[in-house]
């Protein structure tokens, strides 16, 4: 099968723990056969990354917010011109704050989207001390990728539970 997986917020220079996963998650669904485009923030030519994948590069500064509101902007338009040219079987995302156009760009070309939640945004947004309209913008966003989803995937039964309670998800969806 073909799968775009992406993640604005993964930035693989990095070698911190969610660039780990990101990775790992990769190399997992290519060891099981399927054909993968990865798309996720940096810049190819002069980041070398080791990785036996095929990886598509949005531009982004060092700064760790700017640069990944930089990359939700531009992957709204990397989407729609990567879908069309590669046709993928299914998009896959490792969910982000603020993801509002991959569902959007998955619903209205028709591709089965599948998101991951490896955490609950309500938590996230009081651990960093959002505030109030970015909590909600976050809240939104998440409704919508959970909402327009073919399949959500659960990091924890926890997170499955609320997801359940919160959106009225069906258990066949997750």
């Given at each position: 099968m073909r799968i775009l997986y992406t993640s604005a917020s993964s930035d693989i220079r990095n070698n911190q723990r969610f660039e780990t996963h990101f990775i790992e998650v990769a190399k997992n669904l290519v060891e099981i056969g399927n054909d993968l485009l990865v798309l996720v923030t940096g810049y190819a030519p002069r980041d070398e990354t080791n990785y036996d994948l095929n990886i598509k590069f949005i531009p982004s500064g060092r700064r760790r917010f700017l640069s990944y509101l930089w990359a939700e902007?531009?992957?709204?338009?990397?989407?729609?011109?990567?879908?069309?040219?590669?046709?993928?079987?299914?998009i896959y995302t490792r969910r982000d704050r603020f993801e509002i156009f991959p569902p959007i760009w998955a619903r209205l070309l028709k591709v089965p989207y599948v998101t991951e939640i490896h955490g609950i945004i309500e938590q996230e947004s009081q651990i960093?001390?959002?505030?109030?309209?970015?909590?909600?913008l976050s809240n939104l966003a998440e409704r919508l990728s959970c909402t327009?989803?073919?399949?959500?995937?659960?990091v924890t039964y926890g997170i499955k539970r609320v997801l359940i309670r919160k959106y009225h998800l069906g258990e066949a969806k997750l």
């Open positions: 902007i531009l992957r709204t338009f990397y989407l729609p011109y990567l879908i069309w040219k590669w046709k993928p079987g299914v960093q001390k959002d505030s109030r309209w970015f909590s909600r327009l989803a073919t399949r959500v995937v659960c």
